[in-house]
């Protein structure tokens, strides 16, 4: 998930493609505690470009254990790096589409450097136009020294089916073993209300494949959204339907992410 504001003190960049809310740290906490939600990751958001400060600050506000994935340029200095993973950082993500993001030319040079400290590199892969070039890029990701989390299972199209090219090439990053992806933003995918039965299929191809390599995501708070707002509480209950076995419900939603992230 993300926070954002307030914007006084943390302005959102110039570059960004979206306006943001304030969705503070305080709102956050009161929402996992109605959750039941222990242990958090909190993802750097293309509105802040590459300051980190908001999210890297969070950590003490919401008072729980938290890691960061933050967004960087390839030249930041090691000691930065170190800094930055005494903070709680153990990935660093890359927006493919998004006004300012960081070159993804850049992730082979920053992968290179962050695998010392057992970080990964997490994508938001969808372009200007809504396709998704995971195809374009599945040589360069299966080339990185770090694992690699795709973000919103690929963000796949349920209406082309199972054989559309960037699930398939989901399912073979998938198979390596050093890919991860992130159950989540089914509302932004579907055209059906939660808990969206039509991304039941491909969630259960994931879950054949490495079900040992699935994690889930609320997306909180859901910015740059025109569509019905969810409620994060739906999107948890989801996973009823999508995953409905509970030792594997345990595995996406414990097992797997302390592995990724160091709980």
Sequence with gaps: MHVYGPASRYPVAATRAFDVPDALPAKLRELHDILGVQRLVLVQPSGYGTDNRRHLEAVAELGRPARVIA?????????E?????????RGVRYNIGHAGAVPLAEMPALAARIARLGWHVQLHVMDDQGRVPLVDIEATLRELPTDVVIDHMGSLRPTEGLDQPGF??????VN?????????????????????????????ALLAARADRLVWASDWPHVSFKGLMPNTADLLDQLLTWVPDERLRHRILVLNPEQLYGF
């Design 168 to 173: 398939q090439a989901l399912l073979r990053l």
């Design 71 to 79: 967004a960087l340029r390839a030249e930041v200095p090691d000691a």
């Design 176 to 204: 390596t073993g050093r890919c991860w992806v992130k159950l989540s933003c089914g509302y932004r995918m579907s055209a059906l209300p939660p808990p969206y039965d039509d991304m039941v299929p491909y969630v259960q």
């Design 81 to 89: 790096l170190d800094r930055m993973h005494e903070a709680g950082v």
